[in-house]
Each structure stands twice: as C-alpha cells, then as structure tokens.
C-alpha cells in the first residue's frame, strides 16, 4: 500500500465543534485530495493540493478549509461541523498527471 | 464538467463465470480513465487506468477494460470471477486538459459485485 496515513480513523464530536482530519504521507507526491464517501454518491472531491501551500476547491467546499504547509501533511478542517458533515472522508495522493491516485484507508466522522 | 454512470448498483455472478461492470463517462476533451475496488473499511485500490494507446487495458487481479470512444465506454471484465471478486467497483474519469493536470478525479457512484460459489 501507498503510504498514507489518515487520523483519526474515528471520530464522534457535536454540531457546532471544530474538526481537522489530518492525512499524512511518506511518498513525496506533489499531489494531494480529499474526498467525502455518502451512500448513492459514490466519491466527491473536496479540496486539493498540488504543492505546499497551493490549494483549490473541488466540487463540494463549502464549509471545509485545508492547509498544507509540508509536503507530506494535508490538513482538512471543518471549521463549524453541521449533521450534513457526518461522512467517510479520504485522502489520496498522486506522483504526476499520468499516474492514478492512492487512497489512505478513511476516517468516519460522526456529527450528532 | 464531466460525469460518469455506472448504470447497475449490483451485479450478481457466478463462480466461475464471466463479468462484467459498466461505466460511461462524458468529458469535454479526451478522458483519463480509471477502476478502483473498495473492500469493507477500506480505501480504494487501484486497479487499471486507460491513458492513451491499445484500447484493451489489463490490470491487477485478471481485471481488464476496454475503452470505447464511440460509445464513451469504459467497461471493467473479468474472464472467469472469484468469490474473492466480491466488492464495491468505482469508474473514475478525469479530462485530459483540465487544471492544468491538478484536477482530482470524478468517480461513479459504484457497483456493488456479488461473486456466487
């Protein structure tokens, strides 16, 4: 496997707390993504990275923010958490254009 | 903005048999194309992609798929299924031209593939 680590693999907070989900990797890829996971949805890209400090929105980003002040760490912050948050979240990176993408193993995040 | 379907939520086959997992996509220019297999509590796994070239791609575990650009095709087969085939299947697309190669990735909403013994 791809090393990338998520953290936590688990979390259950309440509406209203701040969340970072951390996503950690050791291959050096310039590339880096979050994505959420919701039954019927398949996956939706949230944020990307393609080097430190640059980043841009995906498809569903409103309400998260990232950073990514290093190389190897990618940081997803869910500055007010709400209910509709409540989703399996994973990070992947990638090398170059031609190459696929590699998923870390996820965190469930529960929102109550 | 491109897409991709993956018409059946659940495909059912037998030991043995043959299978086959469908995905079309639509892309303003030309696709990059992928399949990812997701087990329980896992991430995704890569396993082919459809860049440029032979329009047959071989995979990772026997898996192969055939890029079709009239049809905007990218179906995933196996010759002959396991039991271990048994998993959730993405198709994922991304336009050759966009964002300057930064893009993330489109995926289907998925195909859950049942192998029977």
């Known amino acids: 496997d791809a090393g990338i680590t998520q953290s936590p693999r688990h979390k259950v907070t309440e509406t209203g707390t701040p969340v970072t989900l951390r996503c950690h990797q050791t291959e050096n890829h310039r590339y880096m993504y979050w994505y959420r996971q919701d039954p019927g949805h398949g996956l939706r890209l949230i944020h990307y990275?393609?080097?430190?400090?640059?980043?841009d929105k995906g498809e569903v980003s409103d309400g998260y923010s990232v950073s990514r002040s290093k190389t190897e760490d990618f940081l997803l912050t869910l500055e007010s958490a709400t209910s509709s948050q409540t989703s399996v979240y994973f990070c992947a990176i990638r090398q170059n254009s031609n190459q696929p993408q590699h998923f870390g193993d996820g965190t469930r995040l529960s929102i109550l | 903005a491109q897409s991709v379907a993956q018409p059946e939520d659940q495909v059912n086959v037998a030991e043995g048999n043959p299978l086959t997992v469908k995905c079309t996509y639509s892309v303003s220019g030309n696709p990059y194309l992928f399949w990812y297999v997701q087990y329980p509590n896992r991430g995704l796994q890569f396993l082919l992609k459809y860049i440029t070239g032979d329009n047959l791609v071989k995979g990772s575990y026997g898996f192969e798929a055939e890029f079709n650009k009239s049809q905007t095709s990218f179906h995933l087969k196996k010759p002959s299924a396991l039991v271990s085939d048994s998993a959730l299947y993405f198709c994922a697309v991304r336009d050759m031209g966009s964002g300057g190669g930064a893009d993330g990735l489109t995926f289907g909403k998925g195909t859950h593939l049942i192998i029977q013994p």
């Open positions: 990275s393609y080097g430190v400090k640059d980043t």
